[in-house]
Nanobody
């Protein structure tokens, strides 16, 4: 089992920045991919960004150029730096960890962007 603990959400004005963190613990694998998803009220959960252990990244078109995902492999921690935030970025952000056929989710952290 893998446990994910997120931190860093909050309320920010449009144009502001937030940084999310997610630390994985437990039976983590050498081979894994980590990332962030988000779910806005009344909408489906959607991918925000992912990063492999080797550093390859993938971003949703809606956040490209504004969000940056990174990770610290020694700490099995993934970060999401969110700049130029928009009201439409308001959502619960979930950390995601996948290894082989198993996937795990964090409890979610709320991000609210006021206009």
């Amino acid at each position: 089992q893998v446990q994910l603990v997120e931190s860093g959400g909050g309320l920010v004005q449009a144009g502001g920045s937030l940084r999310l963190s997610c630390a994985a613990s437990g039976s983590t694998s050498v081979f894994n991919i980590m990332g962030w998803y988000r779910q806005a009220p009344g909408k489906q959960r959607e991918l925000v960004a992912t990063i492999t252990k080797g550093g390859s990244t993938n971003y949703a078109d809606s956040v490209k150029g504004r969000f940056t995902i990174s990770r610290d492999n020694a700490k099995t921690t993934v970060y999401l730096q969110m700049n130029s935030l928009k009201p439409e970025d308001t959502a619960v952000y979930y950390c995601w960890y996948r290894e082989f056929a198993s996937a795990y989710w964090g409890q979610g952290t709320q991000v609210a962007v006021s206009s």
